[in-house]
């Protein structure tokens, strides 16, 4: 294929980063865009963002060409970029994600920095329910050592992500195949835990249509979407969890839809918790930490 049946009018790199900015800025915005082609640079030539910088006047081989060439027919599609370039960092790790996956947000980095500023002395065990990819239990373990993490999750397709990350990132995390909503029925797990935290599904199902076809079309339903009817339920089951297998000053912390942020806290206060709200960068309402 050469080049002019390719979206590019030459292997000239700058060339390349126009087409991109032009055909996709107005769905993105420019510096979204750019960051895109800044991740391309790094998955597909090797370039930090030092070497981007240089070479940007540079031309790129047909192959490499015809890889770009690829990504923006992918990204015109709304395919998230972390598929096509099969990665995105999370605290300090680089982590697999494909369709099986959530892929990890700067909001959870938040709530996995609060826990280690504030109670990293105080934790020696981990249990990650929900773990999907196994950012937040492999982004402890990276961060807290001497802690044993144990991660769940429903689906034997995200285990075996969250088994590779653990792997990459050279982290013990042992995984279980389980379902939170069962949990009272089986004994998946037991013992008492220094920290319990979660992620789990907290969409509404009524959200859908105000929600970017990138997530819609390529992330597992399985792991964004609850019942309009019942939104707070893997809440419920995990505070009654929590209540019988916190450790004396345990501490409970999960991710929350911000439009049920005060539900929350109220449904822990009936499960006999003291809570607390936390915003996220944006100033909404992302993360609850609880102890009994």
Known sequence: MNTTA??????????VERVFVEALAPTYGADEVRTFVLMLCEAFLGWDKV??????????????LLRFHWALEDLKRHRPIQH???????CDCR??????????RPETEEMVGYIVSSFKSQVSSVLDLCTGSGCIAIALKKKMPGCRVTAV???AEALE????????????????????????????????????VSNPPYIAESEKDSMQANVLDYEPSQALFVSDADPLVFYRHIAAFAKQHLSENGLLAMEINERFGHETLQMLRDYGFAGELHKDFRGRDRFVTAVL
Request: proline share 2%.
């Open 84 to 90: 096509i370039v099969g990665y995105t960092d999370f």
């Open 161 to 196: 992500v969250a088994r590779m990350n653990a792997a990459d990132n050279d982290t013990e995390v042992e995984l279980i195949q389980g379902d939170v909503l069962s949990f009272s029925r089986q004994t998946v797990v037991g013992g008492q835990w220094d920290l319990i």
């Open 51 to 64: 070497a981007y910088l240089l070479h940007r006047s540079e031309t790129i081989n047909q192959s490499d």
């Open 153 to 155: 999750d429903i689906s």
């Open 95 to 104: 982590i697999k994600v494909n369709g099986n996956v959530l892929i990890p």
């Open 6 to 15: 390719l979206a590019f009018p030459s292997n000239r790199f700058s060339d």
